[in-house]
């Protein structure tokens, strides 16, 4: 195992997720989700792989779904797990009205996500969601926003680490020859 | 009284300005001192262990209020033609850790066998800074030669280069495995930006001046000199920056509006004062005293830079011969800034800023406590605004921005990305080199460019969290636009990505806020400085206070 410092995983999950394909301005928030689950459990290398993987797969919430939330309407399943990032994304940007809540989200893609992201909000996921694939999940309101979290480190298994770096290389450019000579400046040795 | 208005973002934001800034009481390294000072902080050599040619290991304990810090030195053998300023060097002359408390011999063992790796180690909670430095070779062996032969160097020589050796990376906040930010931003004495990493470099300061006197008293036992006090104190330590610094101001826009709120916060107080006491008058003559000894030593062979500091010397015999006149005037320091601003080049414009906050620090020296900011709140994004007021702040906060033509390739001529090979910050060549498709999101003012035309074509009334739902890849446009609205100087006004562009100018605002001196640019993309020269050793603080630092 390798001893990631929190801003290691939020620096590799950020660009992971920017490798799999979410937005630049998703991968950031990304990067601090992670970070939050980083902190509460062992399994946070394995939370990004999975999300990476399934970026392109999840289903997407769309502004009629969205508004069967906030008024309160029974919540449907289309099929396709929902975007955890995407949801929260939405919830955050335009937190539910007391009155909406609890609500129900049904068929939630790996919902560990749907979890962390909120908690910088005063919504909050039910139960405890663990490592599922996709579950149903019930949001409801919590008295305060948490805390960023601090005082731990993310333990990461290699096979993981490799993985998820792959993802993040996705964002690297490589060098040519040109580039490598202008680069960040001279390439001469210090006779100073 | 009545105040003076800040100078604003569209003034202060300007690259050319920020390419002209100068290190001031509120930088960070001074406000270590002071602390350091005030506190009566003692530093002691814990471990001293180097052979006669200097190589080897030395701990230094610095004992604070509250805790110990250690700074862990490596001394190693390197080949001339492996000593390089870039980041992407593999050996170094010296690698350095800052350890959290005092490390016993199994903590020295592994740090040995990681620090002279620096990127390619790895490391724990315990390190909280990591760097490296190289000798100036030519500098470092004359100094040796002359202390072996029981003499004092060269001064001019000396004091022209500044420095025996310059660090080429000072890496904090979680890199390579080491501490995070956050672990140590709650302790008093780390709480400010880049207190760890000032305090590691305080203590290669005098590593390097220990080391020169080491060696030269191994070739000479009996009769080698001990390098004089004076040139001990002129003496700082060399940096060489490079282009992966330069996203940072960028990156961090809270931070940065903190910075620059505090220091413009000091100068419109103090150029709000009535009179000139004879405290400050004397202080001021005093730093513009030293400030004119300093800047005839300036060196760059950089022309543009070289012609910057001969105006800003003609600037200061100037303001030499007007001060008693100017601060005759009612408000003085408001007189002598507005002189400036009429009279002087932005060099010198920005080294009066510096100079007239000097002699204030009774009036400005809290603000320092501000130049430090929790990046939470900007990760918010308000998707209650409606987009026609998110549109209308945008084109408020970028109006600096309508005139570029992103159509026009100069003005749309670099892309920033980060390399493969060594997973720094780099900037391409958009129509000339592969990857643009990659591109970091640095491009400030294009991007908001862009998010005000997308906005147009949404419903004024529509919520921003509709849009986003359906343009995701607007985000961190969106997320940027709400941070600058509410934080002025959150901002660059200038291209990021344009072919005028010159990063050392972002990254010589960046270095006179740590407190850098004696800039000098070796191409458009990095440059080199001093740090802490002319400034009291850490070791002799604890027997100084009350001194003015």
């Known amino acids: 195992m390798i001893d990631l410092s929190l801003n290691e995983v939020e620096t590799l999950c950020a660009k992971a997720a920017r490798g799999a394909g979410f937005s630049w301005g998703l991968a950031e928030d990304i990067g601090r989700a992670a970070r939050r689950i980083a902190v509460e459990a062992d399994n946070w290398g394995l939370a990004m792989l999975s999300l990476a993987e399934h970026a392109q797969s999840f289903e997407l919430p769309d502004a009629a779904r969205a508004a069967r939330w906030r008024s309160g309407e029974v919540d449907q399943r289309t099929g396709r797990p929902l975007c955890p990032i995407r949801t929260a994304a939405l919830l955050l940007d335009e937190p539910l009205p007391a009155h909406a809540m609890p609500l129900a989200i049904l068929d939630v893609g790996l919902p560990i996500w749907l979890d962390a992201m909120l908690r910088r909000s005063v919504m909050g996921v039910a139960r405890p969601v663990g490592p599922a694939t996709r579950a149903d999940v019930v949001i409801e309101r919590r008295a305060e926003t948490e805390l960023p979290a601090t005082r731990r480190r993310g333990a990461i298994d290699e096979p993981t680490l490799a993985a998820l770096n792959s993802f993040a290389a996705r964002t690297y450019v490589p060098e040519s020859e040109r580039s490598r000579a202008r680069g960040a400046g001279g390439g001469r040795v210090d006779d100073e | 009284m009545t105040a003076i208005a800040l100078r604003p973002p569209e003034v202060v934001m300007r690259l050319q300005r920020l390419g002209a800034a100068h290190p001031t009481r509120l930088s960070f390294l001074r406000q270590l001192i002071r602390r350091a000072t005030r506190e009566r902080w003692r530093v002691r050599k814990h471990l001293f262990d180097l052979d006669d040619h200097g190589f080897g290991r030395v701990v230094y304990a610095v004992e604070t209020p509250a805790r110990t810090y250690s700074l862990v030195a490596f001394s190693t053998p390197l080949d001339d033609e492996k000593r390089s300023d870039r980041v992407i060097a593999q050996a170094w002359d010296t690698s350095y850790v800052l350890y959290d408390g005092l490390p016993d011999a199994a903590d020295i063992a592994r740090l040995e066998a990681n620090a002279p790796l620096q990127e390619a180690g790895r490391y724990t909670s315990r390190e909280l800074v990591l760097a490296r430095a190289n000798k100036s070779v030519r500098l470092f062996e004359d100094v040796a030669t002359a202390l072996a032969q029981g003499q004092q160097p060269d001064e001019e020589q000396l004091l022209g280069v500044g420095y025996l050796l310059r660090t080429t990376a000072v890496y904090g906040n979680g890199k390579f495995g080491i501490a995070d930010r956050d672990e140590i931003a709650a302790r008093p004495e780390l709480a400010g930006s880049f207190q760890a990493e000032m305090l590691t470099v305080w203590l290669i300061r005098s590593f390097t001046l220990d080391l020169v006197d080491h060696i030269a008293h191994c070739r000479n036992p009996a009769g080698a000199a001990r390098l004089a006090p004076d040139l001990r104190r002129a003496l700082g330590v060399g940096n060489a920056t490079g282009l992966g610094m330069a996203p940072f101001l960028v990156r961090h826009p809270l931070l940065t509006h903190s910075w620059f709120l505090a220091r413009e916060t000091a100068l419109a107080r103090v150029r709000a004062e009535p009179q000139a006491g004879e405290a400050e008058r004397d202080a001021f003559s005093n730093a513009l005293t030293d400030l004119r000894r300093r800047v005839a030593r300036w060196h760059s062979d950089d022309s543009r830079q070289a012609a910057a500091t001969r105006l800003l010397a003609d600037d200061l015999d100037t303001l030499t011969e007007s001060l008693d006149q100017l601060l005759a005037k009612p408000r003085p320091w408001d007189a002598l800034y507005r002189f400036a601003e009429d009279h002087f080049s932005l060099e010198a414009q920005e080294a009066c800023v510096s100079l007239i906050l000097e002699p204030h620090g009774a009036l400005i020296d809290e603000l320092g406590d501000t130049m430090k900011a929790d990046e939470t709140p900007g990760h918010t994004v308000d998707g209650g605004m409606n987009c026609g007021s998110l549109r209308h702040a ?156």
């Open chain 2, 394 to 549: 945008l084109l408020d906060c970028y109006s600096w921005a309508a005139d570029i033509d992103f159509a026009h390739p100069a003005a749309n001529a670099r892309f920033w990305y980060v390399s493969a090979e060594k997973l720094e910050p780099r900037l391409g060549e958009r129509f000339e080199e592969d990857g643009a498709e990659l591109e970091q999101p640095l491009a400030t003012a294009r991007d908001a460019l862009g998010l005000a035309a997308a906005l147009a074509q949404e419903p004024s009334s529509a919520s921003v969290a509709d849009f986003l739902l359906r343009r995701p890849e607007w985000r961190h446009a969106v997320r940027r636009a709400q941070i600058v609205a509410k934080f002025p100087y959150a901002e660059i006004h200038d291209n990021m990505i344009g072919a005028e562009l010159r990063p050392v100018d972002i990254l010589r605002a960046k270095l006179a806020f740590f407190g850098a001196r004696s800039f000098d640019p070796r191409s458009d993309r990095w440059l080199r400085i001093a740090l802490f020269s002319g400034e009291p050793l850490i070791e002799d603080v604890a027997t100084m206070a009350g001194e003015p630092a």
